[in-house]
């Protein structure tokens, strides 16, 4: 079963970057998009961003709208959640997750948790004041 591996997560200052990453654990998978949600602590999960793999269009949450930004690499199969600017409310666990069953979904289709049917296991990104 297909696994995502996500990695980059750590302890930083504010206003500091991290740039995570997220890797099928098959490098032939194949997926229509793939997003990035996060948890922070005592919260539900909540969306951050999305990118189609096809075309590269993405999609952020309204929080971290000209902060953060993600990229794909096509040969590396990898995908990329680059975090500027960061805040202490950013703490939280963050998650990658890919839609591979479905596609042809619109952007404003792929921000809900139930979009997604393979997640990654979580990287916790902490962000002290």
């Known amino acids: 079963q297909v696994q995502l591996v996500e990695s980059g997560g750590g302890l930083v200052q504010a206003g500091d970057s991290l740039r995570l990453s997220c890797t099928p654990s098959?490098?032939?998978?194949?997926?229509?998009?793939m997003a990035w949600f996060r948890q922070p602590p005592g919260t539900e999960r909540e969306f951050v961003g999305v990118?189609?793999?096809?075309?590269?269009?993405?999609k952020y949450a309204d929080s971290v709208k000209g902060r953060f930004s993600i990229s794909r690499v096509g040969a590396e199969n990898t995908v990329y959640l680059q975090m500027n600017g960061l805040k202490p409310e950013d703490t939280a666990i963050y998650y990658c997750a890919a839609e591979s069953s479905t596609w042809g979904l619109t952007l404003s289709e792929l921000d809900g948790q139930n979009d997604y049917d393979v997640w990654g296991q979580g990287t916790q990104v902490t962000v002290s004041s």
């Open positions: 990118i189609t793999w096809r075309n590269g269009r993405t």
């Open positions: 098959e490098p032939r998978f194949s997926f229509y998009a």
